[in-house]
């Protein structure tokens, strides 16, 4: 049944090969697909979930995300200081800002302050540079990622940003915001007197919770005190920028759009191929029947001719996904094609193909045996 099967399916090895990639295809398109996704949606996390000190995070009332900073008065801190449970509690800013670069151009930069650096564990992935100079003067850290769109730095050079000189005295590593915006740490103060608006607020406040603090009671006194306030834990003020990013910009739909067109692309090739080749070998099928072969014989024919075309594909597919892995990050994006995805799509890939292939069964079920001794 093996032999059969497999001599009808390479009887015509052009059409094999074309099915083949045609499954290839829609396997490297979701894995590309959803691994740019997982990649991008990962930024929105990439400066909040690394800041491990950073029990609670509190925000201006529905804020969405990071990077839609709306600012409230920078001496509620103290408020937070006070509730009982709290170790530490300091303001953060973010904004994004003109930057203006030595040949002339303008940019933005996605600027960050913090006051006490050194106990929130940030900047990450130093390079070059020492975060406690950065309380010293007019001084900033910028990620080597900034490369992409500014253009060579070094430590000790200077860049301007709001009409205000600053000296870049470190470099960081992969430190990126969703929009690709490149990253920049400022003392809070120095980041909060570059734009009036700004003077006198904050954007965040971080909290560290102290050792057996009970956390749900702590956040539950903080927003009785900022009612005007929403408080998060690390991992769900993340979250909430993700879904943000899914589910309020249309990412999401057009992300299931490309995989269920993807699918659907996979699944017509490999129906019309297998349908094609059993009418092609009708009487094959009829021998089967006529030896005594049963309909759930006829359909393990099918499922075994749909599976080897699926791992074919799947293979293939997955090559040329990791072909276009390198490819990816020169355009500064990041292709996740993790495990989990990929045990998902091979998964998906078998079943889809093995659904394909009963339109084929419905045909060769109804066979009549005695098809062999017509003429």
């Not at 001084?139 to 205000?164: K, S």
């Not at 929009?179 to 971080?206: N, S």
Request: glycine share 8%.
């Amino acid at each position: 049944m093996v032999d059969l099967s497999m001599k009808m399916l390479l009887h015509d090895r052009l059409r094999f090969a074309l099915t083949a990639f045609g499954v290839a295809f829609s396997v490297m398109l979701v894995l590309v697909q959803v691994g740019l996704f997982e990649g991008l949606i990962g930024y929105a996390a990439d400066t909040i979930l690394p800041i491990r000190q950073a029990d609670l995070w509190i925000t201006s009332r529905n804020t969405q995300n990071i990077d839609f900073a709306n600012y409230f008065p920078q001496n509620l801190v103290n408020r937070v200081r006070s509730v009982p449970g709290v170790e530490r509690a300091d303001n953060l800013m973010v904004d994004f800002m003109p930057i203006h670069l030595p040949n002339g151009s303008s940019d933005g930069v996605m600027v960050y302050g913090l006051t006490h650096y050194w106990k929130w564990g940030v900047p990450w992935n130093v390079v070059k540079g020492n975060p406690l100079d950065l309380r010293g003067g007019p001084y900033m850290f910028l990620d080597d990622f900034a490369t992409h769109r500014y253009g060579p730095f070094q430590v000790g050079e200077y860049r301007e940003i709001v009409n205000q000189r600053l000296k870049i005295i470190g470099i960081m590593h992969g430190i990126r915001s969703f929009t690709t915006i490149p990253v920049a740490f400022l003392d809070f103060y120095r980041a909060q007197a570059l734009t009036d608006i700004t003077f006198g607020k904050t954007a965040y406040i971080l909290v560290h919770l102290a050792p057996g603090a009970d956390r749900e009671a702590v956040m539950a006194e903080i927003r009785r005190r900022l009612p005007y306030n929403d408080v998060f834990t690390r991992k769900a003020w993340a979250k909430k920028g993700q879904d943000y990013w899914v589910f309020k910009t249309g990412l999401g739909f057009n992300m299931g759009m490309i995989v269920f067109l993807g699918c659907l692309v996979g699944v017509v090739i490999l129906a019309q191929t297998l349908y094609t080749t059993t009418m092609e070998h009708v009487r094959e099928f009829g021998m089967v029947k006529a030896i005594g072969g049963t309909n759930g014989d006829i359909y393990q024919l099918l499922m075994r001719q749909a599976v080897v075309i699926a791992v074919t594909g799947f293979l293939a597919g997955t090559i040329l996904a990791f072909l276009i892995k390198p490819l990816a990050r020169k355009g500064d994006l990041d292709l996740l094609l993790s495990p989990t995805l990929l045990s998902i799509v091979f998964v998906s890939t078998v079943v889809l193909c093995l659904l394909a292939s009963t339109i084929s069964f419905r045909k060769v079920s109804r066979i009549d045996p005695a098809l062999l001794f017509r003429s």
